[in-house]
């Protein structure tokens, strides 16, 4: 009778610390679970933004490629501009010492 109850107590004992020891590690992996979830959703928004920044700056070096175009052009324009001002002094110089001696011509003549 005694080795019944201690039997019955012992495997009572059992009974319950398996199933306190189950709800236990059922609440671990239940806050694991939503860890994991919450880390997923996390990792998404992290994702989305990534690939926002990464539109963004395709974007802007695409404009930067767009103005390192206009620059050039503007840069040859400026040179050709230079030049053509170079020659217009030049022409006026010359004209400049052909009225010079042209007026000398004329008072020498007076």
Known sequence: MFFKWSLLT?????????????????????????????????????????RKYQIQLQRALGNVD??????????NEMKVLKQRNAKHRQEVERLNNKIKALESRIEALL
């Open 10 to 50: 012992v495997l009572s004992l059992l009974c319950i610390y398996l199933f306190v020891k189950m709800f236990y590690f059922k609440s671990i992996t239940s806050r694991e679970k939503r860890s994991n979830e919450l880390m997923k959703m996390t990792l998404q928004e992290a994702e989305i933004l990534i």
């Open 66 to 75: 767009i103005l390192t175009e206009e620059l050039n052009k503007l840069r």
